[in-house]
């Protein structure tokens, strides 16, 4: 039998948004045109979120392997970045969304860096739903960095510990994942969150990102409700 908390709302969703190109080809339109219906779905899973009460949502939305794409395809997804922050600034706010950004922003230049500064600074005591974008972000990178923060900061190794090496990472402060959706039926988790997801469940759906929506939404939760969560203790 599940527990009690298995039941309830995950406090913590991250998705893996995969699958834009495939949306694409398969209208014989360029990638690009999946990437745009891929900010809708974006627009959608904000709004599904807040209405189920989620508290944090983590969107993967470039990893740090993108930048070896094409310049073309990394200039649009650059651009898509900007103009949704630019038009979604707002009503996220009004919505009472924080904004969070986990990942190297700076290499996405100064213009997008510091605007993303910006959002956050101005959305930081909104308190419905974290939005945590991950941008540029690599969980192998994020471990390296958090390692490297606690050398200069001239921690002994026997200070060291799970928690507070934790709070060194990018998410220091926002809780784990409870839940992470990986949309296009791969089955990988690609370098995503790699200490944060140590008792996540996952749940893989064919769904291609452009496609998903408020329905999915609810059933990833519902899926989720469903689970028995032991984090790696028995069963009571
Ligand atoms: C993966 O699909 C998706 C990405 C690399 C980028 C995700 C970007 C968006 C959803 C749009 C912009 C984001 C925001 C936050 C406004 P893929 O291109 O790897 O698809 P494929 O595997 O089918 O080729």
Known sequence: ???????????????????????????????????????????????????????????????????????GEVQDLTFLLKHYLRSELAELHAEGVRLKVIGERERFGDTLAQELEAAERKTANNKRLTLVLALSYGGRAEIVAAARRAIEAGMKPTELNEQNFGSLLFTGGIPDPDLVIRTSGEQRVSNFLLWQLAYAEILFTKTLWPDFCGRDFAGALEEYAGRERRFGARPV
């Open 1 to 71: 039998m599940a527990d009690a908390a298995s039941h309830s709302v995950p406090a913590h969703v991250a998705i893996i948004m995969d699958g834009n190109g495939r949306w694409a080809a398969a209208r014989g339109l360029p990638r690009v045109a999946g990437h745009r219906e891929g900010a809708k779905a974006v627009r959608r899973t904000i709004e599904a979120a807040v209405n189920h009460g989620v508290q944090y949502l983590t969107l993967f939305a470039f990893s740090s392997e993108n930048w070896q794409r094409s310049a």
